[in-house]
């Protein structure tokens, strides 16, 4: 089991995308911990506790210390991976050092190249403050992170930028797609980012950005493929809101829709699959079945919900059968059907 925890709504960014900023009454609210060892109390074998927000460093290195103090107190393999802008850390890396440089903590950033990514509603967070916090990170901690660009109608033409860094820096980029939730209103094209992975495969980038390197990997093998494009994902993800709502999908947890009744499962050997379950987020369209890209379209149910919210299904099918020889140039679908 994979765990994602959102300890608050609260970040000290404010950019235009932000899908998160809505997964609480109130951005006061904290995560209880007792939320947290209950979950590992009930799935002790869950490999790895993901840090989303909000952002995470926006509460106290106490907080995490007590969760790794949980975990090896009771001989738990769980390794805690923060997800973060880093801006806390930029401010003041003493404070993180000692957590940063722990043994079981990984950490992961975000930057994409644009003026959507922002320090305040004014301040744009520049490829020089990235590089600068970057470098931070390397001295203080001893590595540079991997980052994520998120993938919007203003940093998309970027795109291939940020994974050109990633190269330059020698870490891996992860382009994803915006999703329709808090703030930001409306879903990035499901085609379109795939015409940017195809774009960064055919620059020969594919080694420094994750899901070009993902689709590669499904060409080959079947069962390459997970978040976002795994259709199986509610078997072994969970998410935890700062309130304590519990989800079996992180980006469906920002909406707080198919919330899993917490006592139910905790008291309980099954393992609850509410998105498997949906019929309306089967597929985009019953035709889908039958399409060679049907995975493709198809393995992440917050997009298929998504894209049937914004009446986007036939527009993305016209993009999807647009795009057929760059996906078949990739070995990807099958070019007889």
């Not at 079981?104 to 190249?113: A, C, D, E, L, M």
């Not at 033409?157 to 999703?179: G, S």
């Not at 992975?197 to 594919?206: C, D, F, N, R």
């Not at 909406?255 to 699959?273: C, N, Q, Y």
Request: net charge negative; charged share 25%.
């Amino acid at each position: 089991m994979e765990l994602i925890i959102k300890p608050t709504q609260a970040c000290n960014f404010s950019c235009t995308f932000c899908s998160s900023n809505e997964i609480a009454e109130s951005s006061k609210t904290t995560l209880d911990l007792q939320r947290i060892f209950d979950f590992l109390k009930r799935f002790p074998r869950t490999r790895s506790i993901v840090v989303n927000g909000g952002d995470p460093l926006m509460m106290k290195p106490e907080y995490y210390f007590a969760i790794l103090e949980h975990v090896e107190k009771h001989g738990y393999p769980a390794n805690l991976g923060l997800t973060t802008n880093l801006w806390s850390f930029y401010k003041n890396p003493a404070k993180w050092r000692d957590l940063f440089r722990h043994p079981r903590v990984g950490v992961i950033t975000s930057f994409q190249y644009g003026s959507s990514r922002r320090v305040t509603p004014t301040q744009v967070f520049t490829v020089d403050l990235f590089l600068e916090t970057s470098d931070l990170m390397l001295r203080e901690v001893g590595y540079r992170p991997d980052f994520i660009s998120v993938m919007d109608e203003e940093s998309a033409p970027y795109a291939l930028e940020n994974v050109r860094l990633a190269k330059k820096l020698d870490v891996e980029c992860k382009l994803n797609a915006a999703m329709a939730s808090g703030r930001q209103g409306r879903h990035f094209s499901q085609s379109e980012m795939y015409r940017i992975y195809h774009q960064v495969w055919k620059e020969g980038l594919a080694p420094w950005e994750f899901n070009t390197k993902q689709l590669l990997a499904k060409a080959q093998d079947a069962q390459s493929l997970s978040c976002p494009r795994a259709r199986n994902c509610d078997e072994h993800i969970r998410a935890i809101n700062p309130e304590g709502d519990y989800y079996s999908c992180g980006s469906i947890a920002d909406d707080r829709e198919h919330a899993i009744e917490w006592d139910v499962e905790m008291g309980s050997l099954a393992v609850a699959r509410p998105l498997s379950t949906d019929p309306e987020l089967q597929s985009l369209k019953p035709v889908c079945f039958s399409c060679e890209f049907f995975e493709l379209c198809n393995g992440c149910r917050k997009t298929i919900r998504d894209i049937q919210r914004a009446d986007q299904v036939e527009a993305h099918c016209q993009g999807m059968q647009a795009l057929k020889p760059e996906l078949h140039e990739m070995g990807l679908g099958d070019p007889c059907a």
